[in-house]
């Protein structure tokens, strides 16, 4: 017993020793990722001691150890709710128009831009595609209403103006899922092909010029190399995005959000954000997102292993 004992200690020094041999040997590899370790440490798992408050009734007077322990009780109301439902039903809509009509646009533009052969040309289709991305969701917002409100609406203006009944695209229900995924496409496919463009830079220049030895065209070097060399990026992002099913981008719907399409747009982000900084039951807000992190480590953790035994590589 005493000599198991030994020979385990032997093996977690030796396994200590090996990992500091490790980092000298690779100590800038290691110092140009401690900005990165320490942006996690700080900003992901530090806070997340306070996941404790979705089991307490936090008084912000007495604190986190004066406040009273109340176990699952905040887990038990938010799924009695009336909302609750609603808000899955909404969240998960939304989040399945952007994964059916979102996710494959960076692709598609990615592959378009690839197959530029005039750099110039490129490099500017590439920044026009890139500068929605660095405006504010109030801005978009802005810009959307500009286009398509009932009385200022360039759109309803020259549908009035053919003689037909103006459009009411914002406060209609039936439009706003559509509406918010079109707002996505447009602000952010162009920023989503980055990498796919630099997964497709690594594919080797050989093939290509094989295949265009043996006859193929530019279609069928597309579905034979390029999109087989992009495949395992596809895979990882898709599992990245399955991990925030349970996000909506909160400024987006906060600033999009009326009255009359409240039935469509409430999530649990804008639910949170209402409960728990509006109102003041903090706990409650916690709880909600304690939930959403759940469901999404279980749709990463479940994605991951299904494409593992398709003999694809996971995220792990």
Same mark, same amino acid.
């Given at each position: 017993?005493?000599? %198991? ?175 918010? %995924? ?30 265009? /030895? ?69 706990? /409650? ?32």
């Amino acid at each position: 017993m005493q000599s %198991t004992t030994l020979a385990k200690a032997a093996a977690k020094a030796r396994g200590g020793s090996k990992l500091g041999i490790r980092i000298l040997q690779h100590k800038y590899m290691y110092l140009l990722a401690l900005p990165g370790i320490l942006y996690f440490i700080l900003f992901k798992f530090v806070p997340m001691w306070g996941l404790i408050l979705a089991f307490m009734k936090y008084n912000p007077y007495a604190g986190i150890m004066g406040s009273e322990w109340i176990g699952v009780k905040n887990f038990t109301e938010l799924f009695s709710d009336s909302k609750f439902y609603i808000m899955l039903r909404n969240t998960f809509a939304i989040n399945l128009f952007g994964l059916i009509f979102m996710f494959p646009l960076p692709i598609l533009l990615a592959l378009m831009l690839n197959e530029v052969r005039h750099e110039a040309f490129k490099r500017i289709n590439q920044s026009i595609v890139y500068l929605p991305h660095f405006l504010s969701w109030v801005v978009v917002a802005s810009m959307t209403f500009f286009i398509l409100s009932s009385d200022v609406g360039i759109v309803n203006k020259l549908i009035a103006g053919a003689g037909h009944e103006r459009i009411a695209f914002l406060s209609n229900p039936n439009y706003f899922w559509g509406l918010l %995924t079109a707002q996505n496409m447009w602000k952010e496919a162009g920023w989503g092909t980055i990498i796919f463009l630099a997964a497709m830079a690594g594919v080797d220049p050989q093939r290509y010029e094989a295949a265009v /030895v043996d006859g193929a065209s530019r279609w069928r070097q597309i579905w034979h190399i390029t999109l087989p060399a992009i495949r395992p990026t596809i895979i990882i992002l898709l599992i990245l995005r399955l991990g925030h099913m349970a996000d909506v981008g909160f400024e987006q719907v906060l600033l999009m959000t009326n009255p009359l399409v409240m039935s469509v747009a409430e999530v649990f982000d804008t639910y949170a954000y209402s409960i728990g900084i509006l109102k003041g039951q903090v706990s /409650v807000g916690i709880t909600v997102g304690m939930f959403k992190g759940v469901v999404g480590l279980v749709l990463v953790l479940t994605s991951n292993y299904i494409v593992k035994k398709m003999g694809h590589d996971g995220i792990y």
